[in-house]
């Protein structure tokens, strides 16, 4: 089968605000190396074993999306370009209208971080017998933390070396189930990262989502092309049901299988998730851009342009972007959103 790398564009990232904005989501930024995370995403999947990449992304991006993956290398058959946004799997479904049938389609978030990339291709090398023969396969996240963030799945009887039957998938916990699950060795992380043939999804679609599927046809039937830029028409994909993979496919059909691994991966869903996977000072610190540090301890702090000065402070994140500045304690980043949605009041 031929690999097809589908990349998830389509977020806005405001959790990772001031940096990352609706203009300029995470994706798009230099957050834990040299390239951006959408150029991480797409060398995760350069090589022999993989076609170019189909890319699903927001209208407004698509020159830094062209931009970015041509300096990397890794120029995409298709930039599909979605007029409105509709959730993962209207998204998936342009993506795998666009492929072959018998294509197998990798489905990534373009924002998520892998620090183990051949973990991460034996995980693929492993699953690619059940989806030839028909299986849709999900790739469950090793926990180390009993996370409430993230769905989880139960990991049921095995299929194949590596590969297991999901027995179900379970909706953010609350703490107590969460370590529950943790302590019992046998559910994962719901990562967000699939792979299943094309023809096999959207006939997963007809029988369980027919209104989207529909929807996408339609709008791809209309859609206006420029060169590898693909437009899906506007009032056909507005009429789409918004809804994720997981509802919409995933936790209803019969063929579902999960691969469990441990990756090093992360969503950076936060400015402290961000802290934990990078780079330390020897007082703990992590730190990018006109930073001046003294008696400082354990602190995230970021500057894509002012300088930073901070002096004995410990356990902060102070990030500067432009003409806005965040400071919060750590360990209470997810809050950012109640910032967000003040600053949408007033």
Sequence with gaps: MTIVPVILSGGSGTRLWPMSRPEMPKQLLALTAEETMLQLTAKRTHGEAFAAPIVVANARHADHIDEQLNAVGATPQAVILEPVARNTAPAIALAA???????????????????????????????????????????????DAPETG????????ALADGVHRVARFVEKPIRERAEEMLASGDHAWNGGIFLFRADIFLGALAAHAPG?????????????????????????????PSDSIDYAVMERAERVAVVPVAMGWSDVGSWDALHTISARDAQGNAHRGEVL????????????????????????????????????????????KKLIEAMKDR
Excluded at 217 to 237: C, L, N, S, W
Excluded at 316 to 321: C, D, N, Q, T, Y
């Design 97 to 143: 209208l666009a492929a072959k049938g018998e294509d197998a389609l990798l489905v990534m978030p373009s924002d998520h971080v892998i620090a183990d990339v051949p973990a991460f291709h034996a995980a693929i090398e492993a699953a690619l017998p059940l989806v030839n023969d028909g299986w849709l396969v999900t790739f469950g996240i090793a926990p």
């Design 212 to 240: 989207m599927l529909t929807a996408t046809q339609d709008a791809m039937t209309k859609a206006h092309r420029d060169g590898v830029r693909i437009y899906p028409d506007e009032t056909a994909f507005g009429a789409s």
């Design 150 to 157: 993230y769905g989880w799945i139960k990991v049921g009887e």
């Design 293 to 336: 540090a003294i008696d400082t301890h354990d602190c995230l702090i970021r500057s894509d342009g002012v300088r930073i000065a901070v002096v004995g402070v410990s356990d902060l994140i102070v990030v500067a972007s432009g003409n806005d500045v965040l400071i919060l304690p750590r360990g209470r980043s997810q809050e950012v």
